[in-house]
Antibody, heavy 116, light 105 residues
Framework: EVQLVESGGGLVQPGGSLRLSCAAS????????MNWVRQAPGKGLEWVSY????????YYADSVKGRFTISRDNAKNSLYLQMNSLRAEDTAVYYC?????????WGQGTLVTVSS | SYELTQPPSVSVSPGQTASITCSGD??????ACWYQQKPGQSPVLVIY???KRPSGIPERFSGSNSGNTATLTISGTQAMDEADYYC????????FGTGTKVTVL
């Protein structure tokens, strides 16, 4: 059974940093591209970042480019999102999503709140 | 940047057909997929590559994509289908539609 478990969310002040993790199991993690998708409270889904299976290709949404860094450790079956210079508008539930033709599996999400 | 537009809401009676549109420039040249999200839950993929259903998704869910519009159709809508639905395509990154709330009256 595919499982994606996010962690690392919490309350952080504007300008602060946070590192999210996503632990994957139930599939060959090193063979699949992965993504981060977020959802602000009461709002729609927003794609954040993509990383290919070997980390050779990485994309970011314009809204986070230069502030967020996606990475993965295939030996640890883990995906990461380093978030710096956080803003109030980054407040959201952050989901990791496995990609195979589409975002075929999603984690339960971790809430990030940026507030003073 | 690329944008996908959906109607904010669609209402349907039980047993009837619900159609949700997703509009974007030359969307038919890309693959579209659809996600269902119920309150407090993570999104679930219901259609990929325009019209394919993942394992476990009921046959009443179908999709099409041509020109500038992709469409998700729910035939014989059931109360359990009440949810938010999002289309999604790929354009130098993921792009989600604005979302449609489906209400089963």
């Amino acid at each position: 059974e595919v499982q994606l478990v996010e962690s690392g969310g919490g309350l952080v002040q504007p300008g602060g940093s946070l590192r999210l993790s996503c632990a994957a199991s139930g599939f060959t993690f090193s063979s699949y591209s992965m993504n981060w998708v977020r959802q602000a409270p009461g709002k729609g889904l927003e794609w954040v970042s993509y990383i290919s299976s070997s980390s050779s290709t990485i994309y970011y949404a314009d809204s986070v480019k230069g502030r967020f860094t996606i990475s993965r450790d295939n030996a640890k079956n883990s995906l990461y999102l380093q978030m710096n210079s956080l803003r109030a508008e980054d407040t959201a539930v952050y989901y990791c999503a496995k990609q195979w033709l589409a975002f075929d599996y999603w984690g339960q999400g971790t809430l990030v709140t940026v507030s003073s | 940047s690329y944008e996908l537009t959906q109607p904010p809401s669609v209402s349907v009676s039980p047993g009837q057909t619900a159609s949700i549109t997703c509009s974007g420039d030359k969307l038919g040249d890309k693959y579209a997929c659809w996600y269902q999200q119920k309150p407090g839950q993570s999104p679930v993929l219901v259609i990929y590559q325009d019209s394919k259903r993942p394992s476990g998704i009921p046959e009443r869910f179908s999709g099409s994509n041509s020109g500038n519009t992709a469409t998700l159709t729910i035939s014989g809508t059931q109360a359990m289908d009440e949810a938010d639905y999002y289309c999604q395509a790929w354009d130098s990154g993921g792009v989600f539609g604005t979302g449609t709330k489906v209400t089963v009256l």
